[in-house]
């Protein structure tokens, strides 16, 4: 397919709707109202005096209490996520116009789509409990260190995009060269400088490769590059690790499958949290 297929906003547009309706057909949007309202009020009640970990804890147990949450394995870290609902939800805000960007990424965007006096757990969700919600968890810290993040990269891109545009006649433009080329975790990234030597008691001149994750690193470091070697690490959390010859998974995603950082190996990885279990 050619690249202007590919970048022609009409094209987008369609596949955008589809989108849209598909996931309003899943979402129930008075539902997440009525756990945003849930944790607002215990928010209120506890103020901050715990941990964030902690917190988001006990915001999740003060939901599960009064209303049914089932949780897919794999979909979201329990306990973890700010809001994982209206981060994906701001990603299909239905008021969002690829012309021009406008409503990319909008936190409070599934507000507007909520159908008020509705009834769920025996608990009516009014228009205002909406507003409410709306109006104290966009002062949220989440909410407004995203809205920071995605006003900053509309300053730094609007330049690129207007040229992109007025050159091409499409309104995404690539961002590819302002990336750093993708290495494998074994390529050499350089060599030891005599400084760093020095500092370390390393050998100046040895190979120092790009690396990979956390838990591939360590796994290396004790040694667990073969199968049948599992390590256990603990400490804030903790992970469970093994590495694989050949790639499998886990059909309901329970556990996590990786590329390890040695060359054509893989690994499982198993974790935990105490914030994921209330």
């Not at 507003?131 to 509309?154: A, C, L, M, Q």
């Not at 050499?188 to 008691?201: D, F, I, P, R």
Request: charged share 25%; net charge negative; glycine share 8%.
């Amino acid at each position: 397919m050619a690249l202007e297929e590919i970048l022609d906003v009409e094209r987008l547009k369609k596949y955008l709707d589809l989108i849209i309706k598909r996931n309003a057909k899943k979402q129930n949007l008075i539902g997440w109202v009525l756990a945003k309202d849930i944790q607002r009020r215990k928010l209120l009640e506890i103020g901050d005096k715990y941990s964030s970990a902690m917190t988001q804890a006990i915001l999740l147990e003060s939901v599960c209490k009064k209303i049914p949450i089932f949780i897919e394995p794999g979909q979201i870290f329990a306990g973890t996520e700010e809001d994982a609902f209206s981060a994906s939800y701001a990603l299909i805000n239905p008021a969002f116009r690829i012309e021009s960007f406008q409503g990319y990424n909008d936190e409070m965007a599934f507000y507007d789509d909520v159908k008020s006096d509705d009834k769920i757990a025996d608990v009516e969700v009014t228009k205002q409990m909406v507003e409410d919600n709306r109006k104290f968890w966009s002062r949220h810290p989440f909410v407004v260190k995203i809205r920071d993040i995605y006003k900053e990269t509309g300053n730094q891109t609007k330049e690129a995009v207007y040229f992109v545009e007025r050159v091409t006649g499409h309104t995404i433009p690539g961002f590819e060269e302002a990336l750093e080329k993708v290495h494998e975790s074994k390529e050499v990234a350089g060599y030891l400088l005599a400084e760093v030597a020095k500092n370390t008691g390393l050998l100046e001149g040895i190979p120092v490769v790009y690396g990979g994750g956390d838990q591939s690193m360590q796994a290396v470091g004790n040694g667990v590059i073969k199968p049948r070697i599992l390590s256990s690490t603990i400490g804030t959390g903790g992970q469970l690790f093994i590495t694989l010859e050949k790639f499998t998974y886990d059909p309901k995603l329970r556990i996590h499958s990786f590329c390890h950082a040695i060359p054509n190996t893989y690994h499982l990885q198993g974790r935990f949290f105490p914030q994921d279990y209330l």
